[in-house]
C-alpha cells in the first residue's frame, strides 16, 4: 500500500514521530499540492520582504492535488483534504485547524464571510467520503473536537464524529529496566528539560527555583537543558531581554547547569538516560512528546496538568503542578496577571516538589519503574503500527 505525506513535511519531527514508517511493509511517498506549493510562494515573499505580509498557517493545513497523485491513502497530521483520494488525519487539537477557529474567543474574527466560507469547506472535506478516520492524539484533543463542533449543525457534526478515534503516539522504551542511584553532592539529581519553547515550557521558573534550591537551601540538585532559547511568541510572551537573562543565568552557573543547545534527537536519548527526573512545568503544551522520551528512559517527569499532559503524567508515574486552566485543560495565560499567577503556581509547585525528592530520592527509583512499566502498556510501537494499519485497510475496502 502506498501512503501520500506531504512532501515538505516529511523530515518534520511530528511526522517522523507518529506517521512515517510506522506500519512494515506499506511505502510512505511524497506528495505535492496547490497549498504547499503557495506556502512556499508565500514565504518566498516573506523573505524577501522581511516580513509576514501572507501568513501560511492556514495552508500548512489543507491539501488540494485534483487527485493527481497516485497513491491509497492520504495521512495528514493537523491537515484536511478537499480531493477524492481516501484520507485519514492525525490531529492535537481540532479539525479544521484554522488559526481563527484556535481563537473562538474572538468572534468577529471567526464571523466574517470568509472564515465562515473557508470553515463550511473544512467541515464539508472532514464529513465527506473520502474522509475515513480522524485520529486524535489523546482524549483532551477528542474533547476538543467535540467542543468546537457543538457550535455547528448536529449532522454535519455527527458525520465527522463518527469518524474520530484516540490513539495514543508511539514510543519505543529506551531501556529494560530502572536504574537505582545513590544520591550525594558529588553524584546529585539530574533534572531535565528538553525543548526549544524554552520559557513557554516553564524555563524561567525552573531556572529561578533550581537557583534557589542550590545556592540557598543547597540540594544535591544539577540541571541539564537542551533547548536553543530562541523566542516562540507564544504563551509565555517572552522578551529578547528576557533570553539574554536567561543566557547570563546559565553561563555564570556551571556548576549546577549543563547547557546544550542544538543536538540530534538520537543524543538526546542517550543524554536522558544518564537522567533522573524529566521536567515539563509548561505553560502550553498540548501532548508532551518530551514526557514520553523521558518517561521511556525510566525517568518519572514533573509537568503542569495543562491539555494531554494528566493522561500522560500522574503522581503514581510522577509529579503534577496543578494551574488555573479552563474546562479543556488550557491553562489561563492571556493576560500578564493570568501570567504572573500562572508563573508563581509552577515556581511554587516546583520547589515543593523538588524539595520533597531530594528529602526522598528513593521515589524516583519507584515512580520510574512505574513511568517506564506504563510506557510498555500504553505506547507500544507494535500496537500502534496494527492500529495504523487497520485504519489504512479500512480505508480503501
Known amino acids: 500500500m502506498r501512503i501520500g505525506i506531504l512532501d515538505y513535511r516529511m523530515d518534520y519531527y511530528t511526522i517522523k514521530r507518529i506517521i512515517l514508517n510506522k506500519v512494515p511493509g506499506f511505502d510512505y511517498v511524497p506528495v505535492k499540492d496547490l497549498y504547499s506549493i503557495s506556502r512556499r510562494v508565500a514565504l518566498r515573499f516573506n523573505r ?33 483534504s478537499y480531493g477524492k483520494t481516501p484520507w485519514v488525519s492525525q490531529f492535537e487539537t481540532i479539525l479544521p485547524r484554522f488559526d481563527y477557529l484556535l481563537q473562538r ?45 457543538s457550535e455547528f449543525p448536529s449532522e454535519i457534526a455527527e458525520a465527522i464524529l463518527s469518524k474520530m478515534i484516540v490513539l495514543a503516539p508511539p514510543q519505543d522504551a529506551l531501556v529494560d529496566e530502572v536504574t537505582v542511584r545513590t544520591y550525594s553532592k558529588e553524584n546529585p539529581i539530574r533534572f531535565i528539560l528538553v525543548g526549544a519553547g524554552f520559557f513557554r515550557k516553564g524555563g524561567r521558573e525552573i531556572l529561578n527555583s533550581f537557583e534557589k534550591l542550590v545556592k540557598e ?26 533570553i539574554a537573562w536567561a543566557k547570563e543565568k546559565i553561563q555564570a552557573n556551571p556548576d549546577w547547569i549543563e547547557h546544550y543547545e542544538v543536538i540530534p534527537n538520537q543524543q538526546v536519548l542517550e543524554l536522558l538516560k544518564t537522567c533522573d527526573v524529566g521536567l515539563l512545568p509548561t505553560y502550553a503544551d498540548t501532548y508532551g512528546f518530551s514526557a514520553l522520551e523521558a518517561q521511556s528512559a525510566a525517568c518519572p517527569v514533573i509537568s503542569t496538568d495543562v491539555r494531554a499532559l494528566p493522561e500522560i503524567n500522574n503522581t503514581e508515574v510522577g509529579w503534577l503542578i496543578n ?69 489504512y485497510e479500512k480505508a480503501v475496502a
Open 48 to 80: 524577501l520582504f522581511e516580513k509576514t505580509l501572507f501568513s501560511t498557517f492556514n495552508l500548512n493545513n489543507q491539501f488540494e492535488d485534483f487527485d493527481l497523485n497516485k497513491v491509497d491513502v492520504l495521512h495528514f497530521s493537523n491537515g484536511i
Open 105 to 149: 474567543d474572538k468572534p468577529a474574527v471567526v464571523k466574517n464571510k470568509r472564515s465562515q466560507a473557508l470553515t463550511q469547506r473544512g467541515l464539508e472535506a472532514l464529513a465527506g467520503d473520502a474522509c475515513k478516520a480522524i485520529i486524535a492524539w489523546s482524549e483532551n484533543a477528542a474533547k476538543n473536537q467535540r467542543n468546537l463542533l
Open 217 to 242: 537551601e543547597e540540594l544535591p540538585v544539577k540541571l541539564v537543558l537542551v533547548s536553543r532559547l530562541h523566542r516562540d511568541y507564544y504563551a509565555a510572551h517572552e522578551t529578547e531581554a528576557d
Open 323 to 391: 494551574v488555573p486552566k479552563n474546562e479543556l485543560g488550557e491553562a489561563y495565560y492571556q493576560t500578564p496577571e493570568d501570567r504572573q499567577v500562572l508563573s508563581e503556581r509552577i515556581q511554587s509547585g516546583l520547589e515543593h516538589i523538588i524539595r520533597g525528592i531530594a528529602q526522598e530520592p528513593n521515589i524516583i527509583a519507584k515512580k520510574g519503574q512505574a513511568a517506564l512499566e506504563k510506557i510498555k502498556a500504553q505506547h507500544d510501537p507494535v500496537r500502534y503500527g496494527e492500529a495504523l494499519r487497520e485504519i
